[in-house]
């Protein structure tokens, strides 16, 4: 065998090693979680599943957004940021880890208020901030509720129907709460997210 033979068959066999090194990557990591939601088709269908909610199309789609806030304040890198077609903006964040779940909440607030004034520019009016969603996927339980779904917006609290109206809400997705009531397609994407297993076209699209 020839040296340029030898070297041929050498690079072929990094570049198996390192392409089954990507496939044994859980979707859970947060640059292959950040990598598959770039692609429009996947992060559409996977926010209609986690928020239970219709999107006509998206406009706009980019991982690991980065907005530098003031001179003396903290900025912050998103795992995917996203507008539709409406104009509604989305962070969807991957939170493997429960290490820093005590600040989870305090995180996504600050975040809402980060995307917020990205949102408006000088000058615009008030009127036409767009409404705002912060989805955390998270592969814990951060309330102990046992529910998929954790959704928080702001109501008045002498009258729980009344709300503020800012179109904004933060959500938090626990993928191993409580099934019940939600669709095979919802706990087969909350079981991908578990354990990697692909059970339908969605997945396996993935």
Not at 46 to 56: P, S, Y
Not at 99 to 113: I, V
Request: hydrophobic content about 35%; proline content about 2%; overall charge negative.
């Amino acid at each position: 065998m020839t040296n340029i033979e030898t070297t041929a068959v050498v690079d072929a066999k990094k570049k198996e090693a390192a392409i089954s090194k990507w496939r044994q990557t859980p979707f859970s990591n947060r640059f292959m979680f950040r990598l598959v939601m770039e692609k429009p088709e996947i992060c559409k269908r996977t926010l209609e599943l986690l928020l239970g909610i219709d999107i006509e199309e998206l406009g706009y789609v980019e991982g690991e957004k980065s907005f530098e806030a003031l001179l003396s304040s903290k900025g912050i890198r998103l795992d995917v940021y996203i507008k539709d077609k409406l104009g509604n903006v989305f962070d969807l964040e991957m939170q493997a880890s429960d290490a820093d779940h005590e600040a989870l909440g305090k995180r996504t607030r600050y975040y809402q208020s980060i995307v917020d004034a990205d949102s408006l520019k000088k000058g615009v009016a008030y009127a036409q901030l767009p409404k705002s969603i912060i989805l955390f996927v998270c592969m814990y339980d951060p309330y102990g509720k046992h529910l998929v779904r954790y959704t928080f917006s702001n109501i008045c609290h002498e009258d729980k129907e009344l709300e503020l109206g800012d179109l904004s809400s933060k959500v938090i997705i626990n993928t191993y709460g409580d099934r019940t009531g939600f669709s095979e397609e919802v706990c087969n994407f909350l079981d991908y997210i578990n354990t990697g297993e692909a059970k339908d076209n969605f997945t396996k699209q993935i």
